[in-house]
């Protein structure tokens, strides 16, 4: 399965844009991109996010990725952040308003903004013109599906198609997670770095939707009964219960 295949051999000119966000799946994206690719810069989004914490937990993630981990250090380049708040305003659900984390009417769940990953690939692919990068890596998952319809990789042809087409020219958008449980994503982290990743992602990466950074469990910071806490915990317990096996090869 290409996603757990072994890295290719590093190329100077393979290049790579991680979408990191400071969670526990981009932070493993930004692992796994850095094993594989010579030069590999990273992107965040600032949409009005109700938690600055995110924000913050990107920081401290990538000071950890060059200070834990020399042969990743040399190849990783400067960090963007790119103001998407006119964005989050359209969006307007309960991860940029005080509105209720729930199911809405068309099942999906109300911290779903409209096409965010559409946008934020897109700006993205600009910026990966601009700096000359091959790759856009996401953390994108169809394993744990939450709703996103933008998470699907039939979704993520499509625009890779577009942006192709539209920038004339040959991005590649990379979803290492894309068919992966969420114990199987921890299990990746195990076999890119070891337990320092291991324990870097566990109490470093931020994926809480409420923010909430208060107690450290067993599986990292959170409020623990949030959908993304949920998801994480249970992914964590999967694993252990597994006997913490790496990613089959
Ligand atoms: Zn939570």
Redesign the pocket.
Known sequence: MTPMSDPRPLKATDSALVLFSGGQDSSVCLAWALERYARVETVGFDYGQRHAIEMQARQVVLGAMVDGFPAWAGRLGPDHVLDLKGFGAIGGSALTTDRAIEMTERGLPSTFVPGRNLVFLTYAAALADRRGLNALIGGMCETDFSGYPDCRRGTLDALQTALNLGMDRDFRIETPLMYLTKAQTWALSKRLGGQDLVDLIMSESHT???G?RGKLHAWGH?????P??DLRAKGWAEWHAAGEPGAPS
């Open positions: 809480c939707y409420l909430e959170g409020c623990g009964t949030c993304a806490c």
